[in-house]
């Protein structure tokens, strides 16, 4: 399984900003994607999930302003992220986990400007 994350950048103080990843290989093994974030000096923290049968989880400081959708004929996962605040500057991870193991995307960063 290959992840490939992108849409990270700049962004002002209560803008929004859509991250998508990119998922290949054996993508039927999958039970659960997501996205993690880390700040520097952090450590890495849960942010958002979905299961294959579409639940929804997201991390208290999230919950209400990101929401996390699937589309499974392209393979992509994506992170929509309204309402953002300077705290919420980070690299943004996306991970795939099956019965086996757990897979990492890059990470795309994400940079909110006050």
């Known amino acids: 399984v290959q992840l490939q994350a992108s849409g990270g950048g700049l962004v002002q103080a209560g803008g929004s900003l859509t991250l998508s990843c990119v998922i290949s290989?054996?993508?039927?093994?999958?039970?659960?994607f997501g996205w993690y974030r880390q700040a520097p000096g952090k450590q890495r923290e849960f942010v958002s999930s979905?299961?294959?049968?579409?639940?929804?989880s997201y991390g208290d400081a999230v919950r209400g302003r990101f929401y996390i959708t699937r589309h499974v004929a392209s393979n992509t996962i994506y992170l929509s992220m309204t309402k953002l605040k300077s705290e919420d500057a980070a690299v943004y991870y996306c991970?795939?986990?099956?019965?086996?193991?757990?897979?990492w995307g890059q990470g795309t960063l994400v940079t909110v400007s006050s």
């Open positions: 991970n795939a986990v099956t019965p086996d193991a757990t897979y």
């Open positions: 290989g054996d993508t039927a093994s999958i039970r659960v």
């Open positions: 979905i299961t294959r049968g579409s639940t929804t």
